[in-house]
């Protein structure tokens, strides 16, 4: 499956954007999919992952109430709507695709085999 980040821009603190991930492939419902990102000089870290049928999502504690997951199967979409943006959430977020079972929730890197290109979010404060 080939993914296709967008939707990031410059957002003053307390914002919001909404980030669009575009999956091609006939095969997009056999995968969880997961949004993480990546701030200059830190490690990739994990957002918000969603389950295949989108009946099961998980935030990471430092996006909890601010950020949503979401899918749209028929469109081979996931979201990810960021609300209450904060100067720390400033990184390039990428949308992944996970072939790994769910449960358990993967939140870990290893556990996605596709990834997209990266999509810039940047926070004024």
């Known amino acids: 499956v080939q993914l296709q980040a967008s939707g990031g821009g410059l957002v003053q603190a307390g914002g919001s954007l909404r980030l669009s991930c575009a999956a091609s492939?006939?095969?997009?419902?056999?995968?969880?999919m997961g949004w993480f990102r990546q701030a200059p000089g830190k490690e990739r870290e994990f957002v918000a992952a969603?389950?295949?049928?989108?009946?099961?999502?998980y935030h990471a504690e430092s996006v909890k109430g601010r950020f949503t997951i979401s899918r749209d199967t028929a469109k081979n979409m996931v979201y990810l709507q960021m609300n209450s943006l904060k100067y720390e959430d400033t990184a390039v977020y990428y949308c992944?695709?996970?072939?790994?079972?769910?449960?358990?929730?993967?939140?870990?890197?290893?556990?996605?085999?596709?990834w997209g290109q990266g999509t810039q979010v940047t926070v004024s404060s």
């Open positions: 992944a695709a996970a072939s790994t079972p769910w449960p358990p929730v993967p939140t870990y890197l290893s556990g996605y085999s596709y």
């Open positions: 492939g006939r095969t997009f419902s056999s995968y969880a």
């Open positions: 969603i389950s295949r049928s989108a009946g099961q999502s």
